[in-house]
């Protein structure tokens, strides 16, 4: 049985979206060189194979109902069993997942391997959660599935004997018990293992980046509604509390007017009744769907009790392509100033040789607390402008020297022109052109500029960084941009990436995780990796299934 739900028309639009831009990048990475001889089968035969990474070495050897064995490449070999065979399967016949096994026997050996009792090979119950994602099912489900003549070709790849394969109880075991600090590790290995077998390029593939520039990272958060049916939406840590006549506990909902809970019966003596005790870090958010302009659009309004994913997604230009890096789980209420630091900071960490040259996000990210960690890492931020009120009064902006889209402008409040970025120093140059003195009929008060000098056409010089400095000495960060907003430039390095992270949100949604499968905090984060490892695994067989059947 399939627990996937059925999509409302919004998601399906945008889900056909996406499989409209698949299709054009599916022609246009044909064209590239780079992805015909290092994605198809002959550029990577003398690498498999590709070794999934661990952080332990292999166990002692012990008795187990099932043993994982890397099943081999020959049958990408055969183009027309290559050519039917789901991306999936052909990721499956690429990676050599046996490295985890001393990894999840450490972190299951005691919940997994009760006395007396003869255990699965660990790896071959991890390949069965990828395949829970893949098929949208049950843990009852799939037990059926893989016993079943149906599973067949999956007890194979997996190691399982025909007569003995796992129940429901233990493939649900094993998904909680490795932890969410391995959940949110797979991401990470994953983009080692393509960045060591020379899948990735060593700069930025976009035509008008300079050629030192690291790759591009796009960040945007997606909401994902709880397990949990939601009983209050004032809900906070305060309602978990215990509550006494001597120290009562407050209510949240009733101090702002709502019903709430008087919490004076026995039912809520250890916590609010109304709380989702299985779901207990669920909270609730009002998404506003707010656009670029910084206004809301009813349209895209609703309330998400829940929780907040939040993808950092490698974008490949060259080959309109992208993968999952890392993504980190969160409460839905969550400030994305809280999240972006801490997560891009792991993600250097985690991924040291890998070079960035920008992060691409949304204006819920335009603070300082965002921004300067970016410029210290040498990283360019493409970072929507979050509006303000005071951007729409010329006065003040010919004040404080820059419009609403961060343009500069000139003692006499004329927009300045922008003229290139300096890599180096990761400022941008602007410059007056001297346009004061093409204006007819000019202005009285523009006849002693001291920029007007014909031979220095470009006039005024201006270099822009990671802040405008007000004429009272303050620094802004929010409208300071190296490429000008709203142009050509902008939207070369924002639209294609922005769509990146936005393809990895709906292939969530078409995986049904829009709302989530399981109870809690770490099961969300459990099934939210899972996915996002399987989206990526998909990937890498659909370019060398592409590149190979392009070859050969």
């Excluded at 209510?251 to 007017?257: I, L, Q």
């Excluded at 309330?303 to 890392?326: F, I, K, M, T």
Aim: with cysteine; proline share 7%; glycine share 6%.
């Amino acid at each position: 049985m399939s627990l996937r739900r059925k999509l409302s028309a919004e998601d399906q639009a945008v889900l056909d979206q996406h499989g409209e831009r698949e299709q054009t990048a599916r022609k246009l990475r044909e064209r590239v060189a780079r992805f015909r001889t290092r994605f198809s089968l002959p550029g990577l035969r003398a690498q498999l194979p590709l070794r999934f990474p661990s952080a332990q070495a292999q166990p002692r050897s012990f008795r187990a109902l099932s043993w994982y064995t890397y099943p081999g490449w020959a049958l990408l070999g055969v183009r027309e069993q290559l050519a039917v065979l789901t991306p999936l399967y052909v990721a499956l016949l690429l990676i050599d997942f046996a490295p985890l096994r001393a990894e999840l026997v450490a972190l299951t050996e005691i919940h997994l391997n009760a006395a007396g009792q003869t255990p699965f090979d660990p790896v071959s119950l991890f390949l069965c959660c990828l395949l829970r994602w893949k098929k949208g099912m049950g843990w009852k489900s799939l037990a059926k599935l893989l016993a079943g003549p149906e599973g067949s070709c999956w007890r194979k790849l997996f190691g399982f004997r025909d007569w003995v394969t796992p129940g429901a109880s233990t493939l649900r075991t094993f998904y909680k018990t490795i932890g969410p600090a391995f959940h949110l590790d797979l991401c990470p290995r994953f983009i080692e293992l393509i960045h060591t077998a020379g899948l990735l390029p060593t700069h930025s593939t976009h035509p008008r980046a300079s050629a030192q520039q690291g790759l591009p990272i796009a960040a945007d958060g997606m909401l994902h509604e709880a397990h949990s049916s939601m009983r209050c939406g004032q809900v906070t840590d305060t309602c978990y509390q215990p509550t006494s006549p001597q120290y009562p506990r407050p209510c949240p909902a009733r101090e702002k007017d709502f019903d709430g809970c008087s919490c004076t019966e026995a039912a809520c003596a250890q916590r609010c009744r109304y709380t989702t005790p299985r779901d207990p870090l669920a909270r609730l958010i009002h998404y506003s769907g707010t656009n670029q302009e910084g206004e809301d659009d009813p349209s895209r309004a609703r309330n998400v009790y829940g929780s907040r994913s939040y993808p950092q997604v490698l974008c490949d230009d060259e080959l309109h392509a992208y993968w999952v890096a890392y993504a980190s789980v969160h409460s839905a209420n969550t400030d994305e100033r809280h999240i972006l630091p801490n997560d891009f900071a792991y993600l250097r960490y985690r991924l040291s040789k890998l070079q960035i040259g920008e992060l691409v996000a949304d204006s819920a990210v335009g603070y300082a607390d965002c921004l300067h960690p970016l410029y210290d890492e040498g990283v360019i931020p493409v970072v929507v402008i979050r509006r303000d009120q005071t951007d729409k009064d010329a006065q003040a902006c010919q004040l404080r020297g820059y419009d609403k889209n961060g343009r500069p402008l000139c003692a006499h409040g004329y927009p300045m022109f922008f003229n290139g970025v300096d890599y180096q120093r990761l400022r941008a140059c602007w410059v007056c052109r001297q346009i004061c003195f093409q204006q007819r009929p000019p202005r009285p008060e523009d006849t002693a500029c001291p920029f007007r000098d014909p031979n220095r056409p470009l006039g005024m010089v201006t270099h822009v960084g990671r802040a405008f400095t007000h004429p009272d000495g303050s620094r802004h960060e929010r409208l300071a941009r190296l490429y000008p907003y709203g142009s050509t430039l902008w939207k070369e390095h924002y639209g294609a990436r922005k769509n990146a992270v936005e393809g990895r949100n709906s292939q969530i949604t078409r995986l049904g995780l829009k709302r989530i499968w399981s109870y809690g905090l770490p099961g969300a984060t459990a099934d939210l990796c899972f996915a996002d490892l399987l989206i990526n695994l998909r990937t890498l067989g659909r370019l060398v299934q592409q590149a190979t059947l392009l070859v050969s």
